[in-house]
């Protein structure tokens, strides 16, 4: 984990445990402080602990922010790169796949949060074309408000990138359910209005005919894939470079002839 992402789990904790720090107390205080005292027997103490909380919570939005802004920095000298963002609901094999197109060796798990970092390499395509390609943390369904604000910036990420391959578990019973969550985010991340594409992985777990023939009907549009076998990689390799190709801009230029030296 990098110091982003431990400091975004540090804040979700704390963020979590204030509010739940003061009902804790005011159990105790019923338990013990009606007694004839002034006050319950916890009212010091649960000030002590609520201004400890707060200033820490401070203190790790502050470092977030300057995290922020170093990857702000960092992000300008990219601008010029395509960018391509992997999302998806958590296990959906984003970071298998991830490994499997830039041969690089990203921390791979079942279960939730595997990634906490944004992890960012650059992706060869081919002779002429190549990009950057960035994994992001996995979504959940109904995660809770705090968790959500922590991450943010790690997903404003997104918001940088040129194209977005929403990567779903083809064998999933809730790939429904899953697709409608990415979505969810995305859009509340503002980042509706970049190119999106889907990506259907763990083809392989998927052993009826039928079954296969219904999810190619329902997302006709999908690239369909086994990360974990490299079946099927270049697919996905031929789409960005087309995204890359119609992402350029064409420019028509009349150069007299006893300026040709300009052109280099």
């Not at 502050?62 to 990219?78: D, N, V």
């Not at 991830?98 to 650059?122: C, E, H, P, W």
């Not at 019973?173 to 209005?193: C, P, Q, R």
Request: hydrophobic share 40%; with cysteine.
């Amino acid at each position: 984990k990098t110091r982003e992402a431990k400091t975004q789990v540090d804040l979700a904790f704390c963020q979590y445990l204030l509010p739940r720090l003061t009902r804790q107390w005011t159990h105790l205080e019923r338990q013990m402080g009606g007694v004839g005292t002034r006050a319950g027997m916890g009212e010091t103490q649960i000030e002590i602990d609520r201004r400890l909380i707060r200033n820490k919570i401070s203190n790790l939005k502050l470092e977030l922010k300057k995290i922020e802004t170093e990857r702000i920095t960092q992000s300008q000298k990219r601008k010029r790169e395509f960018r391509v963002a992997l999302v998806g609901y958590t296990n959906a094999g984003k970071s298998t796949l991830f490994n499997s197109l830039t041969g690089n060796d990203v921390y791979v798990q079942d279960q939730l949060f595997a990634t906490l970092d944004t992890t960012i390499r650059k992706l060869k395509l081919n002779k002429t074309h190549q990009a950057l390609i960035s994994d992001t943390v996995g979504f959940i369904r109904k995660l809770p408000h705090d968790l959500v604000a922590s991450f943010r910036s790690t997903l404003k990420e997104l918001l940088e990138a040129n194209l977005i391959l929403i990567v779903l578990d083809a064998s999933s019973e809730l790939i429904d359910d899953h697709l409608e969550t990415i979505k969810m985010v995305l859009s509340d991340l503002g980042a509706n209005d970049i190119p999106q594409s889907l990506v259907l992985n763990k083809i392989d777990q998927v052993s009826e005919e039928l079954d296969l023939k219904r999810l190619r009907n329902k997302f006709s549009d999908a690239i369909i894939i086994s990360a974990l076998h490299h079946l099927r990689l270049d697919d996905v390799r031929e789409h960005i470079i087309k995204k890359i190709e119609n992402d350029f801009e064409i420019f028509d230029l009349n150069i007299p002839y006893h300026k040709g030296k300009e052109i280099s």
